[in-house]
């Protein structure tokens, strides 16, 4: 089920989740396969956190990986992906669900990794899920800043 904060932005913007048999889109990969499109298209939301104790999302392309260094220079500090616990109690998601939509007080980036596809799919709260949109409609819907530190 998609989270109702999820749910009212999706219908507030015009989007339509696409959804599943439970525990079927908790990876890029899979979430590609069960869609029908690129791993490259699936934009995966990945949160860190610093030794300060700040966090930031990061969305990119399913077929990327964070660059530590990069990373480190965005934030301004050393930055390790969270557990599962952290990302639920700062995001209200788990993991394999995590989603930009609804995400307050933490500071999301989306990467450029993503601008390769005219259309991505980012999770909507859970693992079952995808929501067919493009960079320049996730980028204006979450306030996102820009980034690039893929590799």
């Given at each position: 089920m998609i989270p109702d904060k999820v749910k009212r932005i999706l219908d507030a913007n015009g989007l339509v989740a696409l959804e599943f048999e439970e525990g079927s889109t908790p990876t890029a990969e899979t979430a590609a396969a069960k869609i029908g499109v690129e791993v490259g298209q699936i934009?995966?939301?990945?949160?860190?956190?610093?030794?300060?104790?700040?966090?930031?999302?990061?969305?990119?392309?399913?077929?990327?990986k964070v660059s530590s260094g990069k990373l480190k220079r965005l934030c301004g500090e050393k930055m390790s992906m969270t557990d599962a616990d952290e990302t639920f109690a700062l995001t209200g998601?788990?993991?394999?669900?995590?989603?930009?939509?609804?995400?307050?007080?933490?500071?999301?980036?989306?990467?450029?990794?993503?601008?390769?596809?005219?259309?991505?799919?980012?999770?909507?709260?859970?693992?079952?899920?995808?929501?067919p949109t493009t960079y320049k409609q996730l980028l204006a819907i979450t306030g996102a800043g820009t980034c690039e530190v893929t590799v």
């Open positions: 934009a995966k939301s990945l949160l860190f956190k610093g030794s300060s104790g700040r966090a930031a999302l990061v969305i990119c392309a399913g077929d990327k998601f788990r993991p394999g669900g995590v989603c930009p939509f609804g995400v307050e007080r933490i500071p999301i980036y989306l990467d450029e990794s993503l601008k390769a596809w005219d259309r991505i799919f980012p999770a909507a709260g859970n693992n079952s899920t995808g929501v």
